[in-house]
């Protein structure tokens, strides 16, 4: 893992301006994250706790998280007991990825009691504990009995225990000791630095190990000094040539990098790579369901296409039906009762080639030739109905591909305003009858570069609101070409250069096209932008359009983000 006890050194460093700070609000936004905000040397900063197993960490954050009608209990039991209070200390406890505040706040009767937060950042046995001076437990994020765990038992009312310690050296200041156990004969000099320092990740031995290029103590020495001397520099956020992404508290040199971004602040490089994928992961959660329902309603939809088409393709023949009932009754007086075929003269062929039409000997030529009639009229209304299915059913396929995109972009709050749509739709079943309430709806806002602002829609119900509520007749709309994708209001009617082309990229990046380069992006007056009557909501046509090629940009979306 990446957080490691370096990371966390760094952070829990940063975090030392928060000493002396006032706990103003905590809130649970979701089940493994906390959200505390505190007022220190006159700024409110925000402190996110995570968890979460993938994403457990701690850190300053300047996003921002819808919380909950309803807190859960452990959140009450944190604004009970330290809400309110000041932060006396931070500590990270020797090198390993547990930290405790310390909390100076009063009780109901106003006196003052000291309380500890332990945050415990270790994948899928993170916590969050809090307990009392006398080291008993209050409650804890995630409770773990004693049928668990004989050791450590994470119950309220259970003294607190520190994981178990291991027999580790500290990077920082035990250099010396932790080299003395590795075994320079032995191979995986990785593998051993791990085993032999505390706080140390892989990613980072592997970087000692890379710097030091000859694996004796003289360089390995070197090449650990040169590593911890980074720790005062920027911390790194590196793409790889496999497509993975990677974070740091300092620059690695190892690996096959093909992009580099460097950040001042364990904050910015934090949510520079866990915010989209924590977002990404909790959006997959909520939206299981809904996923599963989409997919499997587009394999449905696409199946019943291919019949459709077969169909169609059955109705071909109609033609040349119709030509068969007017050939013979053409020649019905060429023609007896008995016969199997009727080799007549085909006066539809240039040449005037003979032609053997089948006939049923039972019938008589005139009730033949009829027979093809019918079966022409039938085949002919059938295309009719067919075809007519056919640009149903590719609404319908287009209108589900919409909705699996919007679920890529989508954040936690745009899930609810899709179920509902799904619900309104008869897609799913609606769990409460309700009388419909109107609902503000939020749009997201983005400023480009050059001050402008512009509006996204993130879902159905926010396009069909933005494109035809909240923009003005001559203000710029946008869509990706042809994809499935969000509309966006530029919230102007002659935009600059710059507005344009970043609004663009926006639009590119909420589409189906967001991992693709030289996207095609339309753009035009929201008073040529029309619905058609009994579409899909969401489902535009528009006229008059112009088009610009963007390459949809993460870290450009996030800067421009209001």
């Known amino acids: 893992m990446a957080y490691d006890g370096l990371m966390t050194y760094r952070v829990v460093t940063e975090l030392q301006a928060l000493v002396g700070g ?29 968890a979460n197993a993938m994403y457990a960490r701690l850190q300053l954050t300047d996003t921002s998280i819808k919380n909950p009608q309803e807190p859960p209990m452990f959140c009450m039991m944190l604004r009970k007991h330290i809400e309110g209070g000041f932060i006396t200390a931070i500590e990270q406890i020797g090198r390993d990825r547990v930290i405790v505040f310390s909390i100076r706040s009063r009780n109901e009767l106003g006196d ?77 000099l990785d593998k051993q630095l791990v085993a032999s320092f505390a706080g140390l990740s892989p990613q980072i031995a592997q970087e ?17 000094k040169s590593v911890i001397d980074d720790l005062k520099g920027p911390y790194v956020f590196q793409q790889l040539a496999s497509g993975k992404e990677r974070f740091a508290p300092l620059r690695l040199t190892f690996g096959d990098v093909t992009s580099e971004e460097t950040y001042d602040s364990s904050k910015e490089v934090l949510d520079r790579f866990f915010y989209e994928k924590a ?74 080639a003979m032609i053997d039409i089948p006939l049923d000997p039972l019938k008589t ?73 109107t609902k503000k709806i939020t749009l997201e806002g983005y400023t480009s570069s050059t001050g402008t602002e ?44 710059t507005t344009l082309l970043e609004a663009a990229a926006v639009a590119a990046y909420f589409s189906k096209a967001r991992a693709s380069s030289g996207v095609p992006v339309d753009y035009t007056k929201a008073r040529y932008v029309k619905k058609p009557s009994g579409a899909k909501p969401g489902f535009v046509i ?19 983000q209001q």
Do not use: C
């Open 22 to 50: 006032r706990i103003n609000r905590v809130h649970q936004p979701y089940a493994l994250d906390l959200m505390i905000q505190v007022r220190s040397n006159r700024q409110s900063v925000q402190l996110l706790v995570s």
């Open 112 to 188: 003052e009691e000291n309380k500890k937060v332990y945050i415990e950042l270790m994948g899928r046995h993170s916590n969050v504990i809090l307990t009392n001076e006398d080291g008993k437990i209050l409650d804890a994020i995630k409770h773990l009995p004693p049928s668990q765990n004989t050791y450590r038992t994470i119950m309220p009312g259970s003294d607190y225990l520190l994981p178990p310690a291991q027999d580790k050296a500290d990077p920082l200041t035990e250099r010396e000791d932790g080299l003395k156990r590795i075994d320079w004969n032995a191979g995986k």
């Open 208 to 224: 000692i190990v890379h710097r030091a290029n000859v694996t004796n103590r003289a360089n390995v020495e070197t090449a650990f």
């Open 279 to 352: 977002n990404r992961d909790r959006v997959k959660q909520q939206a299981h369901d809904v996923e599963r329902l989409l997919k499997s309603e587009l394999e449905k939809n696409q199946l019943k296409r291919k019949r459709l088409l077969d169909d169609l393709k059955a109705t071909e023949r109609s033609d040349e039906l119709q030509k068969f009932g007017e050939l013979l009754t053409t020649y019905l007086f060429q023609l007896e009762k008995g016969m199997k075929v009727a080799h007549v003269v085909d006066y539809y062929d240039e040449d005037g």
């Open 365 to 437: 030529p005139n009730e033949n030739a009829q027979r093809y009639y019918k079966k022409y009229n039938k085949l002919k209304v059938a295309k009719v109905e067919v075809q007519k299915q056919i640009e149903l059913n590719e609404a319908e396929i287009r209108y589900l591909e919409t909705l699996v995109a919007q679920l890529d972009v989508a954040s936690p709050s745009d899930i609810i305003e899709i179920r509902e749509e799904l619900a309104e739709g008869g897609y799913i079943r609606q769990k409460h009858q309700k009388k419909k309430q």
């Open 454 to 497: 512009f509006f996204v829609g993130k879902n159905n119900t926010q396009n069909d609101h933005l494109t035809f509520k909240f923009a003005r007749r001559d203000e710029i709309w946008l869509h990706v070409k042809d994809i499935p994708g969000s509309h966006v209001i530029i919230r102007s009617t002659e935009p600059d250069e």
């Open 542 to 560: 528009y006229t008059d359009q112009q088009t610009v090629y963007v390459t949809p940009d993460e870290r450009l979306v996030k800067s421009l």
